[in-house]
Structures are given as C-alpha cells and as structure tokens.
C-alpha cells in the first residue's frame, strides 16, 4: 500500500505549473539554504519524498536551462507554502541561491512517488546522510502526528553540517548524530548503532537516502533483520513527468533488473530492489 | 479566426504543432489537454527488445541538452497493445515512430505497426544502419532510399521520413527520401555532440556522446529546412529547438508545413499549448487569416551562395 495519492488539483490535472512567489531565503549554515515558496493549493499537496520540478531563473552570468528537481522538504497548505533545503552545487542552485523574497519561479509538482508509511507502523528508523535529509524530513511530523515514534541516524562532515533542528521540526524524536570529522559516520561504527537499534527496538520499517554505503549497509541489515526498507534516489532528470527516460535506475524486479524512472516509479524505491550503486557527474 | 489547420500530404491536421518523437508520451495529459495538439507523436519504437545507454543519460548545455537515451524499446507487440490504446480517445491523430537496425526489419515493424489507432508512420531513420558499418540511414542517399522505399512497400499509411542533421548533403538526402515515396519530411533530429567534465576529465554522459537538442539547434534546424524546401515538392514539418511562436513562423517561412517541438516540452511542460496560443496571436496580429499561407514565404531577394 502507499500513501494516499493525492485528490486531483482542481483544474483536472494532477500535476500543477505554476509561478510561486518567494517568501524567504536564506543560509540554514554554511553549506545549505532554506527555500520558502507561496505556492497556490494545488501544489500544496506533495506527500513526504514526493519532489518538485524548480525552473531556476537565468541572470546574467548563470543560465540554467532545464529545470532541477528538489525534493519537498515542508508543505504547509494551511499556509500556502511549499519548502525546500538545498545544497549550492552548480548553475541551478546558485541561481536559487540568488533569489529573494518577492521574486517569482516556476514550480511544477507535486511529482513522484514517495514513502510508504504505513498507519499502522509504531517505530520507524530514519537513516540520512548530507542534504538528503530535507528529502526523509517530511516523514517526521506526518509519522509524529500519527503516534508513530522515530528513531533517525544523521551523518554529516560535521556538527555545523548537521541541521538537527531541521530535521526534527520540534518533534520530540530519537537523533543519533554521527559526523565524518571524529570518525563516527564510519561504516563499521553506523552498522554497531544500527544493530544496537534492531536488536533493543526493532522498527516496523526504515528509511534512507542520499549514500551508497549507507544504502548498502541497510540492503545487508535489513535482510538479516527482516525488516522492510525504502531509499530516495536521486538521479540527473529532464521533463521531471516521466516522458524522456533520461533519469533511470536499474530496480530489480521478479529476478529480472529492469530500468525504472526517479521521477515517476520513483524516487523512493523498495531498499532491496535497488540494483547496483553508482556515481553522479 | 485565425484557421490554423495545415495539409501533410493526405492529412488534415488541426494546427501545425506536434510533439518531438521522444519528447512526448501519455504523461502529459497530467498537465494538458493532449486533444489540443495538431498530432501526437510517440517515441520511436524498435522491433527488438532494448534496454537504452547507460546512466547519466542527460546533460546541460548553454540553450539546450545532450541526451543520450538511446531507444529502450519494448517492442512492437507491446507498442500495439499498450501505448496505441492510450490515445484512442484522443481526437488527434496518432503518429507511431519506428527505429530499425536493418532495411528488413523496418519493413517488417513499419507492416506490424500499421493497425487500426495509427495515422501515420514517422520512420527514424537518423539510426545507425548495422548493415552500413552503423552510420545512419539518413547520412547518405542510397540507404535513404532503400529505407524508406522497403518502409513504403510495408504499409498503407503515409510515411514520414525523419532525417539527421549530420548529414553533409540534407539536400540529396531529402530527395532520395521523396523519390522513395515518402509522404514528408521531419527534419531534423539531434545533432551529434560531447562534454567533458572538467573536475572529473570524465564525459558528462554516460554513452561518451549524445545528441544535441534545444534552442541551441535552431538556427541549423531553420537552415535544413530551407534548403529541403528548395528541392523538394513534399511537405515538411520542421524540428529543432522550437520554443515559441515566433519560431514556428519562422519554421514555415523557411518552408515547414507543420513543426514538432522537443526539449521545450521539457522546461515549459505545456510548452506545445503555449506556443499555439502565440502562433494564434502572431497571426491576429498581423491580419493572416490562415495559417498555412505562411509556408515558404520568407522574403529571400537574393540566392544564397552555396556553402
Ligand atoms: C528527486 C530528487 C530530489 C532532490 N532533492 C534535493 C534536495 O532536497 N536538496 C538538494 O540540495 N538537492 C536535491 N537534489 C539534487 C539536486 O537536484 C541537484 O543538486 C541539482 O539539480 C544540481 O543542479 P546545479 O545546476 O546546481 O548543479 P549541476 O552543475 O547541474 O550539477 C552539479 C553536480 O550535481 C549533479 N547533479 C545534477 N543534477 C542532479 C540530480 N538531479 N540528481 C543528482 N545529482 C545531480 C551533477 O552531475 C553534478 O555533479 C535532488 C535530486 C533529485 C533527483
Ligand atoms: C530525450 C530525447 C529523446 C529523443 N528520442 C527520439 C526518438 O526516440 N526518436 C526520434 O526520432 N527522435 C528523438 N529525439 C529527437 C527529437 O525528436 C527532436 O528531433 C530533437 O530533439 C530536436 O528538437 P528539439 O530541439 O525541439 O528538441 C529525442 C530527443 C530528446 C531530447
Ligand atoms: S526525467 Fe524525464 S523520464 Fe524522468
């Protein structure tokens, strides 16, 4: 079962394209920045690990053509908002970074298919590296305000990288942070936490984004323990709907590996059917 | 009123925009009304099973992109069965793409592909030809001509020839295509082209090189069009880097009876819907009652010099 997809936008057509208006911008750290928008209801209605399709507004020096997915980091139709954590990396993003409030972007989404959280669920383990947190944070209020308890391992070079706050929305949850800078995020050190975890408090399910190794890992936890997984992928995408095949990943399914698209089967996969690791770029 | 109907040979289309082939599938019709498009134009399709190239499949370039997709294709029987029944209730007519390794095989897909819900055949023969050390079919006249003439011999519908740009000769190419029978011209496909990585000195695709789409491409695509419409009497349909109204009116100066429209679709996914509201406004503007009297009429006072 999945989320519950969705009602159609009321113009009859799911996926919304729209101009938003830009509430605030501004540096979460040194490396990350937090995007508000204005977003008319229809793009309101992202579920957690759905994304958004930016058209990131060319100056002078810097002109992005296509457009760059982002995942939804916050929706808040009560107040009209759509938000979003990013990483300033190349030409699009340095372009977001040079927006501010009053400026106007196109945004279409809400696309993709994102967690499956079952209602049922009573614990749930949380596991994100880098900006790949903004994608799994959606998760937390939506499983917190459903009495599912979370328990969440953020990796990060180091604890000014980390944005624990931004993860945990005040919501009173269980962070392990491990960090790159005291060897912590290591490999071997993440699997002892995380077996401490399965054995004292097994979670109903767990989830991941953002790293090979922690995808890896997870791949070998979560058949030892039995226990279901889901991960974010990410992956170099065009149209964003579906239409031009460009952001496939290898997913195994019934023995067979197939290409599937991030944008539409995915970006959440089931952990296990995810065939391969690779590179960006 | 402006009437924005066009003639493609045999067919009547309701307005001169369609979509790439490549650039369009069903998923659209999450954003607009697909019934609004002169002509619904899928990806090519191939009769045997392909997986595409390797990741990444996608890269940026100032004004356009590189693709690498190649053709995943799940066959014709499932191109028949799936993705024809998709459109059926679509009032537009549906153009079915093929790809083929070999002139045998065209013919026998293009024959398999000819069923009730298709209008038109559009044969991709800018892929390489197994039979001819892999260039495309389209890179020379005779293996444009054995192409679209096996093409032609296979199926009752109209045949639309779609050329590449990387041809040295697009003029002796588009009359090979025509003295084959072809019913039109789409021209033209991507443009061959690379990036290097600088930080990594990798290739920014995964497939090494990559076709070459976009705004970046226009003018060259504008140019192939013209020089096909000096010798040939076949209608063409114009692509290469269409992004707005005025571009179509550029198109159909320089000869174009209708155009399709690509990477667009990709930035603006209702890009094909905009640009027609444009062309309308284009031609109320200026007092043109019809749209297609816009073919050929670019005002050219002097013959160019051959390049
Ligand atoms: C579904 C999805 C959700 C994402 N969510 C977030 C998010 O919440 N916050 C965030 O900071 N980033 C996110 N990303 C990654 C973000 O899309 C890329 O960082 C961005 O497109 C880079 O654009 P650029 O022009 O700044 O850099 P570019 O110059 O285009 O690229 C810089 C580097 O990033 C790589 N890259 C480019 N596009 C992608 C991509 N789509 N996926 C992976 N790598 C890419 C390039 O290969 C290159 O190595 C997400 C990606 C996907 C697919
Ligand atoms: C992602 C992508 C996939 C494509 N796939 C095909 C294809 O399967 N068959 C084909 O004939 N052309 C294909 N093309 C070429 C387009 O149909 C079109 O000829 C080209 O992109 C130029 O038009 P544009 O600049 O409007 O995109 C593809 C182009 C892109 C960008
Ligand atoms: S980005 Fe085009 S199919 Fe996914």
Known sequence: ?281 | MVDLSVRVGALTLKNPVMPASGCFSHEFGQVFDLGRLGALVTKSVTPKLRKGNPIPRVAEVSQGMLNSIGIPSKGIDHYVRETVPLFAAHSSPLVASVSADTVAEFAQATAALSVPGVAVIEANISCPNLEADGHAFAMLPDTTYAAVSAIKRATPLPVWAKLTPNTGDIKAIALAAERAGADALVVANTILGMTIDVNSFRPTLGNVMGGLSGPAIKPIALRLVFQCAEVVSIPIIGCGGIARGEDVVEFMLAGATAVQVGTASFVHADAMIRILEELQAFCEARGIGRVADLVHRARVEHEPIEW
Do not use: K
């Open chain 1, 1 to 281: 079962m999945t989320v519950a997809q969705p009602p159609a936008a009321p113009t009859g057509f799911p996926v919304g394209n729209a101009p938003c208006v830009v509430r605030a911008n501004r540096a979460v750290n040194d490396r990350y920045r937090h995007l508000v928008l204005e977003a008319p209801p229809p793009l309101c209605r992202a579920t957690p690990g759905q994304f958004f399709h930016l058209l990131c507004p060319p100056f002078v020096d810097n002109e992005p053509y296509l457009r760059r997915p982002m995942s939804v980091y916050r929706v808040a139709p009560e107040e009209q908002a759509i938000e979003f954590l990013y990483n300033v990396v190349g030409a699009g993003t340095r372009s977001l970074a040079r927006l501010v409030a009053g400026d106007t972007m196109s945004v279409m989404g809400p696309l993709g298919t994102g967690f499956t959280i079952e209602p049922a669920y009573r614990h749930i383990l949380m596991v994100a590296r880098g900006v790949g947190l903004a994608t799994m944070a959606p998760v937390v209020p939506w499983a917190c305000r459903r009495g599912i308890r979370v328990t969440a391992i953020l990796s990060a070079r180091s604890p000014q990288d980390l944005m624990e706050r931004e993860f945990a929305q005040r919501e009173d949850i269980r962070v392990h942070p491990v960090f790159d800078q005291d060897g912590t995020s290591a490999v071997g050190r993440v699997e002892a936490l995380l077996r401490g975890i399965l054995d004292a408090d097994r979670p109903d399910a767990m989830f991941t984004c953002g790293s090979n190794r922690l995808m890896t890992l997870l791949q070998r936890l979560g058949t030892e323990y039995g226990v279901y997984g889901e991960i974010a992928l990410e992956q170099q995408m065009a149209c964003g709907l579906g239409v031009c095949l460009c952001c496939v990943r290898p997913i195994r399914v019934g023995g067979e590996i197939e290409h599937q698209r991030v944008c539409c089967e995915g970006p959440v996969f089931d952990l296990q059917q995810v065939a391969g690791t690779w590179r960006h770029g």
